[in-house]
């Protein structure tokens, strides 16, 4: 998936320096929401949609980096990925209100 796997094992950072990457870029996500929803004391930091979108995809690269780390190889990331998202994607559906009924 855009050589993830590839990238991080030419990336020397450790476990620990990704991990600690992964909060930056949650926090930077967090300072654009906030700011685009107007919350207080963020406003005047001017994020945009797009910001959102930008720092959602790097908090994003940066989770697969740390799969891709604890991998051992591409097909072992592929496999660990595709099994890990469509579980957690399951119990998220298993979670979501029933759709209403509509009244015939």
């Known amino acids: ?5 590839e990238l991080t094992q030419s990336d020397p950072k450790t476990l620990q320096e990704r991990a600690l990457k ?8 967090a ?4 700011s685009v929803t107007n919350a207080p004391g963020s406003a005047y930091k001017n994020h945009t949609l ?8 790097d908090t994003a690269i940066v989770a697969l980096s740390l799969l891709a ?7 072992d990331f592929d ?3 595709n099994r890990l998202m469509a579980d957690k994607c ?3 559906r298993e979670k979501l209100p029933e759709p209403a009924q509509s009244a015939e």
Do not use: C, N, P
Not at 31 to 34: C, E, M, N, T
Not at 69 to 75: A, F, M
């Open 50 to 57: 797009a910001d959102i979108r930008e720092e959602a995809v």
């Open 1 to 5: 998936m855009f050589g993830i796997y």
């Open 22 to 29: 992964l909060s930056e870029e949650a926090g930077e996500l």
């Open 31 to 34: 300072q654009a929401v906030l």
């Open 79 to 81: 496999a660990h990925l």
């Open 90 to 92: 399951a119990k998220w």
């Open 69 to 75: 780390h604890v991998s051992d190889t591409q097909d």
